[in-house]
């Protein structure tokens, strides 16, 4: 069983930058695909970015390319959001995902694992 927890999460002021990152605390953490969501009241959850396995691809929703940066350390069994320029709009609950990268698009769901969620609030 794959156990995520998010942390980093909290209030910052637009055009402020904060770091997300989500531990696992199972093993063979690089055979998993990676991803971070978002969520809002009333909203469908939304992907924001995707890694593969080997960190060696990544995806990004349009909103945030440019000022999101999803990398991963397998050997501390950890990924990161590096999230610059915040913007209020990016306010929401950030998850974190993982499924076992079976040969699909590493950005294909379902995802077999979720986090808690951390809240990010952008102030303007």
């Known amino acids: 069983q794959v156990q995520l927890v998010e942390s980093g999460g909290g209030l910052v002021q637009a055009g402020g930058s904060l770091r997300l990152s989500c531990a696992s605390s199972g093993r063979a953490f690089g055979s998993y695909d990676m991803a971070w969501f978002r969520q809002t009241p009333g909203k469908e959850r939304e992907l924001v970015a995707a890694?593969?396995?080997?960190?060696?691809?990544?995806y990004y929703v349009d909103s945030v390319k440019g000022r999101f940066t999803f990398s991963r350390d397998n050997a501390k069994n950890t990924a990161y959001l590096q999230m610059n320029n915040l913007k209020p709009e990016d306010t929401a609950v950030y998850y974190c995902?993982?499924?076992?990268?079976?040969?699909?698009?590493?950005?294909?769901?379902?995802?077999?694992?979720w986090g808690q969620g951390t809240q990010v609030t952008v102030s303007s």
């Open positions: 995902a993982a499924k076992i990268a079976s040969g699909t698009h590493y950005r294909t769901p379902p995802y077999d694992y």
């Open positions: 890694i593969s396995w080997s960190g060696g691809s990544t």
